[in-house]
């Protein structure tokens, strides 16, 4: 049977992308189709605006950690439209790259909704059907919305927060995640009077116990209104912008409400019943370990599997699918040790097992913990401390997890993944020399075990 393309992907994200730059390099006779724009949730409302985003709401710091450094400025003011324009241009800039990868290896790029009309066929918004040998699905996910509370309406999601006309005064950010956390912080940075509403006692379910401690600290020293084991009830417009009643009765008032209560796979509307491709209970395309789904020649990869949400596993998913499918090299993505950041101020970052998880598998533990206050906050009078822990396995010896709060976090957890990855022990960081005087050097020299008090 002949077939229009080798490969068609539906979806132009990250993995979406990748898979069909790969697989095109690998000389298939590839077409893409995105329905939005080329980059995905990570380019055009995710990852990199929002480090745009933090990197804006850290200024006003570095402003008055200066003064301790002999520098006096001048009044500073932030303009809110510069940096939306700025950040426009930079997400145009990656929007073009992202297309452009695939058409210089020879794919096709559209640009409309696509959805699968039977076995290996899809059927393209404007009628075209189009056949190819292997379908890909890489639609990722959508924000989850609040349905059922009066007012629902009014509430914003990561979605539109990107492209707000104007910084609100007040904000109200509901949900303790990863994008609950960050916008708090970032609004927060800008000079936004910033309420967190959660519905628990803590932020960041599911990370080290000490690292979600220190977040909730430092969004405090922040000035972000932290209100937990709490939930919302409804919105109403108020003369003055909008009034959140909380389910105790409480009410704060507000200029804007944003939810981050977590995000969903986006399989509406795709026709995946016609080709025989199952999904789960939240709706993700269920798929193996080669990311093929249930229907012979469809494969998923990124957040419709909703495997681990993040971009280098989509990425790591449509490079692992391309070489097994057009590079004649089979691959699985292994899901076990993947680093991950929350890009508040101060940041924090993650790779391995929490110290809860790790007791949770049953390893004795030897923890190594150190906070301290990195040199340069010393001198600029900032009161914020690092915290740096290491999680071991004690009868082996080699590092389960490494967790860091404090300034860049991720970067330095990036490379403590190298170490991970290589099954490295407590013995191998301790035989690593110091870089002094960095604050990194405390991972090659905390010596002493903790020991709670
Ligand atoms: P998360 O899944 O991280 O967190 C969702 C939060 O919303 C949790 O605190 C959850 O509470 C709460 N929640 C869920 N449902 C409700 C509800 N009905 N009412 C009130 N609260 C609710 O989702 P995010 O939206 O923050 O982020 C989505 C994903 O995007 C992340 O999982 C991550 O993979 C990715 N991401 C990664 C980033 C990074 O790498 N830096 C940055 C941003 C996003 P509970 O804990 O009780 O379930």
Known sequence: MSFDFDLFVIGGGSGGVRAARIAAGYGAKVAITESDRYGGTCVIRGCVPKKLFVYASRFKDEFEDARGFGWTTGEATFDWATLIANKDREIHRIEQVYEGGIKAKGGLTLHMRAKLDGPGAVKLADGTRITAR??????????????????????????????????????????????????ASIFAGLGVETTLIHRRDKVLRGFDEDLRDGCMEALRARGVRLVMDEALAGVDEDVAGFRVTLRSGAEIETDLVLSAIG?????????????????GSRGEIIVDSYSQTTAPGIYAVGDVTDRVNLTPVALREGQAFADTVFGNKPTQFDHTLIPSAVFTTPELATVGLSEESARAFGHELDIYKSRFRPLRNIVSGRDERMLMKLVVDAASGRVLGCHLLGPDAAEIVQMAAIALQLGARKVDFDATVALHPTAAEEIVTMRDKWVPA
């Open 263 to 279: 995000r969903e796979p986006a399989t509406g509307d795709l026709g995946l019943e016609t080709a025989g491709v199952k999904t």
């Open 134 to 183: 292997t379908i890909l699905i890489a639609t990722g996910g959508r924000p989850s919305r609040y349905g059922d509370i009066p007012g629902a309406a009014h509430i914003i999601t990561s979605n539109e927060v990107f492209e707000l006309k104007a910084l609100p005064r007040r904000i109200a950010v509901c949900g303790g995640g990863y994008i609950a956390v960050e916008f």
